[in-house]
C-alpha cells in the first residue's frame, strides 16, 4: 500500500520561474492537505482540498499561490514567480475523511530552493 | 490560533535512557498528534490522543495528555539511535488543520 507520494523531491528555480509541486494521496485517500516548513520551524497550514473542491485555503498567501485537486491526478501546489522566501520544504498530507479524529499521512516533501 | 509548542527544545540522551518532551497548546482540541520527522525527511505518524482520553501506549511510546492544563507529554522508553530525530505536536481543533508546534530535537547518543 503506496503511501503519500511527492514529486519532484528537490526542485531548483531562479527568481520569477514557476513551481508546480505534486502530490498522490495515499489510496483510498480523497482529502489533501498541504503544508510549509521553514527551516528550524514546524509545518504551518496551507491549503485543504478534496476532489475538485478547495475546502479550506485561510493558510496560503493572497497573490503568486494556487492548489487544485482535480477528479483524474494528483494535487497540485503551483507557486507562480517564485521569490527568495519561498525556498522551503512543501508537505502533503492526505486522509480518508475529514472530521475529528482521522490521522494524517504525509509524504515525504519538495524541497524548493529559489535561487 | 492553537500552536502546539514542545519543551524541551533539544535533549540529548545515552541509548536505553527515557526520553521525555512536553507540548503546550493554547485553545480547545479535538485531538494531538504526535509525529517523527528525520533530518531531511518527511513526517511519520506516531500516536494520535483523542480529548477525551488522557494516555495511550504504542510500542515504546507513551503520550498523555491534559486538556485541563492544556498539555501532553511524550514519552519514549529505552531509547534507541534510531529514535535521534526531531519530534512534533500537533494539535487538530476540528477544522482539519494541524497546528505544528516548532519541534524537538532528541538525539540519542549509542
Known amino acids: 500500500n503506496a503511501g503519500v507520494m511527492q514529486n519532484p523531491r528537490h526542485l531548483v528555480r531562479r527568481r520569477g520561474q514557476e513551481a508546480r509541486l505534486r502530490c498522490s494521496p495515499m489510496k483510498g485517500h480523497s482529502h489533501v492537505y498541504w503544508y510549509r516548513q521553514l527551516p528550524e520551524e514546524g509545518l504551518k497550514f496551507m491549503v485543504y482540498l478534496q476532489k475538485e473542491n478547495i475546502i479550506d485555503e485561510s493558510g496560503m498567501p493572497k497573490e503568486r499561490f494556487s492548489a487544485e485537486f482535480p477528479k483524474e491526478g494528483p494535487s497540485i501546489l503551483r507557486i507562480q514567480q517564485v521569490v527568495r522566501g519561498d525556498s522551503a520544504a512543501y508537505f502533503c498530507?492526505?486522509?480518508?475523511?475529514?472530521?475529528?479524529?482521522?490521522?494524517?499521512?504525509f509524504g515525504p516533501g519538495t524541497r524548493l530552493t529559489v535561487t | 490560533s492553537q500552536q502546539g509548542e514542545e519543551d524541551p527544545q533539544a535533549l540529548s540522551i545515552q541509548e536505553g535512557e527515557n526520553a521525555t518532551m512536553n507540548c503546550s497548546y493554547k485553545?480547545?482540541?479535538?485531538?494531538l498528534q504526535w509525529y517523527r520527522q528525520n533530518s531531511g525527511r518527511g513526517l511519520v505518524h506516531l500516536i494520535l490522543?483523542?480529548?477525551?482520553?488522557r494516555e495511550k501506549h504504542s510500542g515504546r511510546l507513551r503520550v498523555t495528555l491534559d486538556t485541563s492544563k492544556k498539555s501532553s507529554s511524550l514519552l519514549i522508553t529505552a531509547s534507541r539511535a534510531a529514535d535521534t530525530a526531531s519530534y512534533f505536536c500537533?494539535?487538530?481543533?476540528?477544522?482539519?488543520?494541524?497546528?505544528f508546534g516548532k519541534g524537538n530535537q532528541v538525539v540519542v547518543i549509542p
Open positions: 500537533a494539535t487538530d481543533g476540528g477544522n482539519n488543520r494541524l497546528a
Open positions: 498530507a492526505s486522509s480518508s475523511t475529514s472530521g475529528a479524529n482521522y490521522e494524517q499521512y
Open positions: 485553545t480547545s482540541i479535538n485531538n
Open positions: 490522543i483523542r480529548s477525551n482520553e
